[in-house]
């Protein structure tokens, strides 16, 4: 079974300010890694993923995001956020040999940005 | 760009009344999904659909539930009989294969309201 956790509900953070939304996870299995974003009255949407490869995976919106598997993490960050950044961001993972790759999720941060 | 569209964007029902949810999955997509998430809890997956059949369901998708794809478009999940307890956003997914990794796309989610 897996699990994912992201134990900040909600981050405020000042305009142009770095920002690190934080995962972790369990898993029995080898998984693949995601976040999401959705913005206000919007849909899901895919903001990057691990598959394999190179730890540190780039995504949309000059987000980044590294994954630790000694620590089962993957944080994401931003050197620097708009308002635009303002939304819920989950972090999901999968199973890679799963019968329907299926998502689980962490229950979302929601980043406030602030002026 | 493709989507996935979900109807309607918010429902109010009563309890014990049936309801219906409905999706249009992109168009040569194979794989299907439901999604819920209760206020301030986590995405949950409920259900994965599959060659007119389900392939996988959580413990959330009891009797009450049930999915089908009547016309080869729409995607939907039926509650037979609606308690508060399922008040919640419910997203549809889908992604066009199984075999390795593929982008699910998500619907912009029916907020189903159970008063």
């Known amino acids: ?115 | 760009e493709p989507e996935v569209t979900q109807t309607p964007s918010h429902q109010v029902t009563q309890m014990g009344q049936e309801v219906i949810l409905r999706c249009v999955p992109i168009s040569n997509h194979l794989y299907f999904y439901w999604y819920r998430q209760i206020l301030g809890q986590k995405v949950e997956f409920l259900v994965s659909f599959y060659n007119n059949e389900i392939s996988e369901k959580s413990e959330i998708f009891d009797d009450q539930f049930s999915v089908e794809r009547p016309d080869g478009s729409n995607f939907t999940l039926k509650i037979r009989s609606t308690k508060l307890e399922d008040s919640a956003m419910y997203f549809c997914a889908s992604i066009n294969t199984i075999v390795g990794y593929t982008e699910a796309f998500f619907g912009q989610g029916t907020r189903l309201t159970v008063v």
């Not at chain 1, 693949?32 to 190179?54: A, E, I, R, T």
């Not at chain 1, 708009?82 to 962490?106: Q, W």
């Open chain 1, 1 to 115: 079974a897996q699990s994912v956790t992201q134990l900040d509900s909600q981050v405020p953070v000042f305009e142009e300010a770095p920002v690190e939304l934080r995962c972790n996870y369990s898993s029995s299995v080898s998984v693949y890694l995601f976040w999401y974003v959705q913005y206000p009255n919007q849909g899901l949407q895919l903001l990057l993923k691990y598959l394999s490869g190179s730890t540190l995976v780039k995504g949309i919106n000059g987000f980044e995001a590294e994954f630790n598997k000694s620590q089962t993490s993957f944080h994401l960050r931003k050197p620097s956020v708009h308002i635009s950044d303002t939304a819920e961001y989950f972090c999901a993972v999968s199973p890679r040999r799963g019968a329907t790759n299926k998502l689980i999720f962490g229950t979302g941060t929601l980043l406030a940005v602030q002026p």
